[in-house]
């Protein structure tokens, strides 16, 4: 007479699928979520699109070769579904590429590089351009402590820490400069080389102000220029709390450590006069418009047609290790439209570890179901004997 109970075979066989289920979703479920609910906010053809990371802080040598294996892991992954679900027209990645690059040794850092090139491969593989020259303090130091020789390291493998670039086919202009170099009230190394290159910069946009067609410009820095906290970015930023690595948004930003100072901010944005500001370093997200009076200089501000807004756009950390949610952001440019932004975030590497956790507890317990059956079946051929 039957019991009105499962049979065995049936909970075990419920157990394996839950069990498959829940691996299914942590390796490739919650990425493919993570990439599905954030579109890119306009999908014109004529849109150049970009995806920005930053942060992605690849480990080296002081990490357990556990972390470093599970950390490196989860940001290719994140590269993968990201090149896979997108396929822009330029990855943009904004400093701190390595975790130890300011106090590596040259093997070191050429190791830790291949480990970036690695872990970022989907992304080059995908055909879009890749600008990664943007330098940040975890790879060449910070303001006094800047290192020349790792800054040249870095141009080596990464380009010039500062340059103005167009990419064929978008009237669209990124220049890159190197903050890092800026954030100190001395005189540091690089320093002047920066302050050099905007000089020249702002020199070549006066010769070409009568031009018919103006770019729109992106500004990408790793020190994001001057504001005192994050309570002005839009939502959900001024809700956050602070964490290990970032602070929350009603606390004070430090100049010269967490932020640009006024007199830098005001003079890299005076001889840009970017349309956006893209950095990074603070691995929390902000997207707010700079205000005009204290960022533009009088001349646009006497123009009969008053100027757009900068429009600054804060990148949160790419990399599991410096936030549970790690994210990115999407970006498309179609001038003389303003630009469109989409903040969006990885999968919590928290949700990931309990649904590894769940699984391997329902393994266990299917294993176990599986061995109570065998031990049953076993006393029961012993009373027949």
């Known amino acids: 007479m039957a019991s009105g109970r499962p049979s065995l075979s049936l909970v075990v066989c419920a157990l394996v699928l839950s069990c498959a289920t829940l691996v299914a979703w942590s390796e490739a ?83 830790d590089v291949e480990a970036f090139r690695t872990a970022t491969k989907a992304l080059r593989n995908s055909g ?29 493998d990464f380009g010039d820490v500062n340059r103005a670039r167009r990419i064929p086919g978008f009237r669209v202009e990124f220049v890159t400069v190197n903050s890092v170099a800026l954030v100190s009230d001395v005189d540091a190394p690089g320093a002047a080389e920066t302050r050099a290159f905007l000089d020249q910069y702002a020199a070549t946009r006066r010769l070409d102000a009568d031009a018919e067609e103006k770019p729109m410009v992106v500004l990408l820095t790793h020190i994001p220029l001057y504001r005192e906290n994050d309570m002005d970015c839009a939502a959900p930023r001024p809700r956050e709390r602070g964490h290990v690595t970032y602070v929350g948004a009603n606390v004070a930003l430090v100049p010269n450590v967490d932020v640009l100072s006024q007199s830098v901010s005001d003079f890299i944005v005076e001889r840009v006069r970017p349309d956006v500001a893209l ?104 009373k027949v004997d």
């Open 279 to 382: 950095a990074g370093h603070l691995h929390s997200q902000c997207v707010r418009e700079r205000g005009l009076s204290v960022d533009r200089t009088s001349e646009q501000l006497q123009s009969a047609t008053p100027p757009r807004p900068l429009l600054e756009v804060t990148v949160p950390a790419a990399s599991h290790r410096m936030r549970p949610d790690p994210g990115f952001v999407l970006l498309s440019l179609q001038p003389p439209q303003p630009p469109l932004v989409s903040v969006c975030h990885l999968p919590d590497e928290h949700r990931i570890f309990a649904s590894l956790v769940g699984a391997l507890f329902v393994a266990v317990a299917a294993l176990l179901a599986v061995c109570a059956r065998r031990f049953g079946s076993l006393r029961f051929y012993s």
């Open 29 to 111: 479920g919650a990425f493919a979520w993570a990439v599905f609910v954030c579109p890119w906010p306009n999908i014109s053809p004529r849109n150049m699109r970009l995806l920005v990371i930053s942060d992605t802080h690849v480990l080296g040598r002081g990490r357990t070769a556990l972390d470093v294996w599970w950390t490196t892991r989860l940001l290719a992954k994140s590269a993968a579904w990201m090149g896979w679900a997108y396929h822009p027209d330029a990855v943009l990645i904004l400093g701190d590429h390595l975790d130890e690059g300011r106090t590596a040794t040259s093997a070191e850092w050429h190791s």
């Open 128 to 156: 879009t351009t890749i600008l990664d020259g943007q330098s940040g303090n975890h790879d060449v130091g910070l303001g006094a402590s800047f290192d020349a020789r790792r800054v040249s390291w870095f141009e080596r």
